[in-house]
């Protein structure tokens, strides 16, 4: 691979399939617009009037060209943050939504935190280089393929980040109808492999050419995320990096059944009071899965086996209630939890108290 860091990701269960120094924190460039379009659809109403400011008209390219004062509906400054990532419309969606490209950056950093990107630090909505007191604008390689994967298979408003990232070409114009646009998408990748769902490329001079983008056949979903990926006269090397890891994921990765019934019966309720309300024997409660999925796949090479645990403790206290979780039962795949599915008890287990031997002294003294 030519990216000095780069990522391939199981859609689905979130897992890295390969890795090269991806967990290696570097500046993004314009893949960071990802965040931005997952955090203005989630926060904003797309109908929303944009009023240009004279800092967001002041970005350097790429750029839209609007100009201070200038208005725009908030969906078609999107159009053109996404499909030829113009730096100006990003601080003016930035603007409109946080109130600040502070405010702004305040929110993706949280979302951040919210899907797992602990390696992930935002300033800029556009990606250009940037470093304050609290660090540099970075991420890395399998933070970023975390991010595409929210965006495409998790996040409420992923049919929307669908449809804006894979347009081809769009056109609108100002809210008063005195200058029209018409943007194109450059994310090669789209027309490159069958099956391409969305991405996202960029360069910096920091960063040099990036790209995260994401591929589905088959019912398989993989992402690529690439960091440092070449320096001018080299922009092809992402693509060929790209093609390298999907063909490699789509070669080795197949969905395989797994599931496995390993679930006890039963486990010991402490201080219980047992069924036959005799205290020289033990209590216990049944155990259920609150979901079962006989047909359950994971994406898997040959070769790999899933490892099946009852994560349980030797015993619970009373008092129990049916629904209480108790435990969990997880599916691991090299050491990495893929599947968790929570336990519960299945019975309830009333706790022996001072009530309960009073009135049991009661019973056994008339009887």
């Known amino acids: 691979l030519y990216a000095q860091s780069a990522v391939l990701m199981d859609g ?57 004062g200038e208005q725009f509906r908030l969906e078609d400054l999107l159009y053109s943050l996404m499909l030829e990532s113009h730096n100006d419309s990003a601080v003016a969606v930035a603007e409109h939504v946080g109130g600040s490209v502070e405010g702004f950056a ?73 200058r029209s646009f018409t943007v194109g998408n450059k994310n090669a990748f789209l027309g490159m492999m069958e099956g391409a769902l969305s991405g996202k490329t960029g360069f910096t001079n920091n960063a040099g050419y990036c790209y995260v983008g994401a591929l589905e056949r088959d019912g398989r979903i993989f992402i690529v995320a690439l960091l440092a990926c070449g320096w001018p006269n080299n922009r092809s090397y992402k693509w060929s990096d790209t093609r390298k890891l999907m063909s490699y994921g789509l070669e080795h990765y197949q969905y395989q059944s797994v599931w496995q019934d390993v679930l006890p019966e039963k486990i010991v309720v402490k201080n219980g009071i047992p069924e036959s309300g005799d205290l020289a024997e033990q209590a216990y409660t049944g155990l ?59 019975d309830r287990a009333a706790a022996v108290d001072i009530r309960w031997c009073f009135f049991r002294a009661a019973e056994k003294f008339l009887l």
């Open 12 to 68: 689905d269960s979130g897992r890295v399939l390969f890795e090269k120094n991806g967990y290696e924190q570097r500046p993004m460039a314009s893949t960071t617009k990802i965040m931005t379009l997952i955090v203005t659809l989630e926060n904003a109403n797309l109908d929303e009037v944009v009023t240009v400011s004279d800092y967001a008209a002041s970005m350097p390219d790429v750029q839209l060209g609007i100009r201070a």
């Open 106 to 178: 305040a929110l993706m950093n949280a979302k951040a935190r919210d899907i797992g990107c602990y390696d992930t630090y935002f300033i800029t909505p556009n990606g250009l280089d940037a470093e304050d007191e609290n660090g540099v604008h970075s991420t890395t390689a399998a933070d970023l393929a975390r991010t595409l994967r929210y965006c495409i298979c998790q996040s409420p408003m992923k049919e929307e980040f669908l449809k804006i990232t894979r347009t081809n070409a769009y056109s609108f114009s100002d809210a008063e109808g005195l």
């Open 288 to 346: 259920q899965l609150a979901k079962e999925e006989p047909d359950l796949k994971l994406l898997m090479a040959e070769g790999e086996e899933v490892e099946v645990r009852a994560e349980l403790p030797e015993a619970v206290t009373a008092p129990v209630e049916p629904g209480t979780v108790v435990g969990s039962v997880c599916y691991y795949l090299n050491g990495t939890a893929v599947k968790a599915y929570p336990v519960e008890a299945a």
